[in-house]
């Protein structure tokens, strides 16, 4: 195992390298000029080319992507073009308001989908089957964008409720934090519960078929012990996967639910960087979207060993 651990880190570099030449490469093909936006459409080719030599964009490509690389090596992921703050303090800052909103909607997410995938599972083809995997499709097929829009106008309108703007950490006061992140996390949530529900249904169904489900219920146990007992471990690694696959995208910052509700999170901190033609922020927003995204698909494949005891790395 320790081996395994080694050699998967080692090989994040190449990945991170390749990630940083490609971010790097697509951000400096974008038309508009950074410097042109923050002196605004009044300003003289003289003013544009002094900030341009200022913020070092008059250098060649080359040049820029190892001054910036080099930066990373040292834990330096630059400075914001527009606002002139540090870049990883306010992406660390981003990120624990994504990542409670993150778990907050897995949670949603897993309560709804891992039960209620089950239930279509061992009731294949029947009324209960057909009304879940509706509901599932609906649930995919539906934008979070529509599901937040609809969750909001519903509230407001019928209920004359509507979520906190300012965002508070769970840590310092859970009731309020609750307030601000439900309407988020339920408009994530049911995505992610659809995704989960859909793959737990399929896993359930195939591994009911196995010859030790039968043998199982020839010794007479029961239904929840054949089920939760037997089929639960054996169908999890596919579950597992899709679920882990969906945090890795949940914490890279669902940038459309935190734009719909004003959350100030990573996915709307990297938008604005991109409105802004804010070079530095954006860059490293995605390679640090990137790390998270490797790190959670490195803890999923160590999560199987647990599972199933014979794989082995």
Same mark, same amino acid.
């Given at each position: 195992m320790g081996s395994y651990l080694i050699k998967r880190i080692i090989s994040l570099?190449?990945?991170?390298?390749?990630?940083?030449?490609?971010?790097?490469?697509? /951000?400096?093909?974008?038309?508009?000029?950074?410097?042109?936006?923050?002196?605004?459409?009044?300003?003289? @080719?003289?003013?544009?080319?002094?900030?341009?030599?200022?913020?070092?964009?008059?250098?060649?490509?080359?040049?820029?992507y190892l001054h910036w690389a080099g930066g990373l090596l040292q834990g330096d992921f630059g400075v914001s073009v527009h606002t002139g703050e540090e870049i990883?303090?306010?992406i660390l800052k981003r990120f624990l308001i994504t990542l409670q909103l993150t778990i907050m909607a897995v949670v949603i997410g897993w309560t709804l989908a891992i039960p209620f995938g089950i239930l279509s599972a061992i009731r294949s083809h029947s009324k209960t089957d057909k009304?879940?995997?509706i509901l599932t499709l609906l649930g995919i097929s539906v934008p979070n964008f529509a599901i937040g829009t609809l969750l909001l106008l519903g509230l407001s309108l019928y209920f004359n409720w509507f979520p906190p703007i300012d965002v508070v950490h769970f840590w310092d006061d859970p009731a309020e934090a609750f307030k601000v992140f439900i309407l988020p996390a339920v408009t994530m949530g049911i995505v992610v519960a659809a995704g989960v529900m859909r793959m737990t249904r399929s896993a359930f169904m195939e591994t009911m078929d196995?010859?030790?489900?039968?043998?199982?219920?020839?010794?007479?146990?029961?239904?929840?012990?054949?089920?939760?007992?037997?089929?639960?471990?054996?169908?999890?690694?596919?579950?597992?996967?899709?679920?882990?696959?969906?945090?890795?995208?949940? /914490?890279?910052?669902?940038?459309?639910?935190?734009?719909?509700?004003?959350?100030?999170?990573?996915?709307?901190?990297?938008?604005?960087?991109?409105?802004?033609?804010?070079? @530095?922020?954006?860059?490293?927003?995605?390679l640090f979207v990137a790390l998270v995204f490797v790190l959670v698909n490195l803890i999923i494949d160590l999560i199987y060993t647990w599972i199933d005891p014979r794989i082995k790395y």
């Open positions: 570099i190449p990945i991170l390298v390749g990630i940083s030449i490609l971010v790097f490469t697509i /951000l400096h093909l974008v038309p508009g000029d950074p410097a042109s936006i923050m002196l605004g459409t009044e300003a003289t @080719p003289e003013a544009v080319a002094v900030l341009r030599a200022e913020m070092g964009l008059d250098k060649p490509l080359i040049s820029q990883l303090p306010q009304v879940i995997r196995k010859d030790f489900i039968r043998t199982a219920r020839a010794k007479g146990n029961s239904q929840w012990t054949v089920v939760m007992g037997h089929a639960l471990r054996n169908s999890s690694i596919p579950i597992v996967t899709i679920a882990g696959m969906q945090i890795g995208y949940l /914490l890279g910052g669902s940038v459309i639910v935190e734009q719909l509700f004003s959350i100030p999170g990573l996915g709307q901190y990297v938008l604005d960087g991109i409105y802004q033609r804010d070079y @530095p922020v954006v860059q490293g927003g995605v």
